[in-house]
């Protein structure tokens, strides 16, 4: 099989980035689930939420784009994507203050379970796109099986 990918552009092959979109995806799902329009009437709270998942994605993306010009905007945009995770974080603590519970504790098993999450390796054929979806799609569905409803904590 020929390479497709130049030095830049092949962020599907990348982890972090397989991982951002899943995450993007069960956010997506999360806010509506559990973001009740009553308590964010303007969509603020859902927007930010969905927007730095978004955006911790799309930033991958960018700065794998720009790797063959410059390692330093490659740099510079993975640094963004981190942080827009990292918001989507304070976002979800903030979630569950609001609601009277607290992050899981690190001994937990729902911790421990989403922490030893790993992704198979994306594999393509010719048709990388579908390849590609394929893929995520599964690997999304096997991450969350097995997952129990979150539960309120003291």
């Known amino acids: ?13 990348l982890y972090s980035f397989n991982f951002a979109t899943i995450v993007h995806l069960g956010t997506i799902s999360f806010v509506r689930r559990f973001v009740n329009w009553k308590d964010d ?6 927007g930010q939420m969905i927007g ?6 799309q930033n991958i993306i960018e700065g794998s784009e ?10 510079k945009l993975t640094d963004v994507a981190k942080g827009s995770l990292a918001e989507l974080l304070g976002d979800l603590e903030d979630f569950l203050a609001c609601r009277g519970s607290t992050p899981w504790s690190l001994h937990s098993d729902d ?3 989403v922490s030893a999450l790993t992704l198979e390796p994306f594999t393509y054929t010719d048709d990388v796109l579908h390849d590609y979806w394929t893929y995520l799609l599964r690997e999304k569905k096997s991450s ?5 409803t979150p539960t309120q904590q003291s």
């Open 41 to 46: 009437p303007l969509g603020k709270l859902a």
């Open 144 to 148: 969350i099986r097995g997952w129990s």
């Open 66 to 75: 720009r790797a063959k010009t410059s390692s330093e905007t490659e740099i």
């Open 52 to 57: 730095a998942s978004r955006s911790g994605k």
């Open 1 to 13: 099989m020929g390479t497709i990918f130049n030095k830049s552009g092949g962020y599907r092959r």
């Open 111 to 113: 911790f421990k379970s």
